[in-house]
């Protein structure tokens, strides 16, 4: 085993010596892992749990056993808070690609997140996103000249958007359309 001396490094910005001891195995072995335990079991396991309370890694054989169909998520920063369950695009991972189908149920400062299939290693600590399918609205068409229309048409396509209504007031013009898609018709 090392002694002190020998994890003693000096800092890049500071220049200042500090001793550099290793993290707690939580912190570096995200659930579904595989590699890098520094020890052959001759086979290949995986991070099936993580239990930062007891600095604990348990490991699996099984892929199955890292797959899961829901997971909770905590400090949730709501942009428009739901109020009640949504069906949404869900990211997981920076690294993952969108999964189409998840069901977020709002939970406390967090959300339960479940899927309608196990998706692989879901894993404490990491980010997750939500996606729900954004439209926009282009008011007072009644007075704003096709130039003024299309520009913020532009820029709400820019913005991600994904259904534009225009609607006046005034006329009563796409109101009826904007309504019908609000109460779930359109």
Known sequence: MKNDSDRVKSDPFTGREQTQYPSPPHKNNPIGQRRSFGVGFGKRVYVSDICPETNEVRLSSDDAAVWRESFRVRGVNWLVPPEGEIVCGVRIRHSRRELPTGTVTPDGDGAIVRFPAPVRAPT???????????VGVVTKIDCAGPREIAQAEELLHLTGVERIFRVSVVTGEGMEELLAFLNGSN
Request: charged letters at 0%; glycine letters at 10%; zero cysteines.
């Open 124 to 134: 404490p600590g990491q980010t997750a996103a939500f996606s729900v399918p954004a």
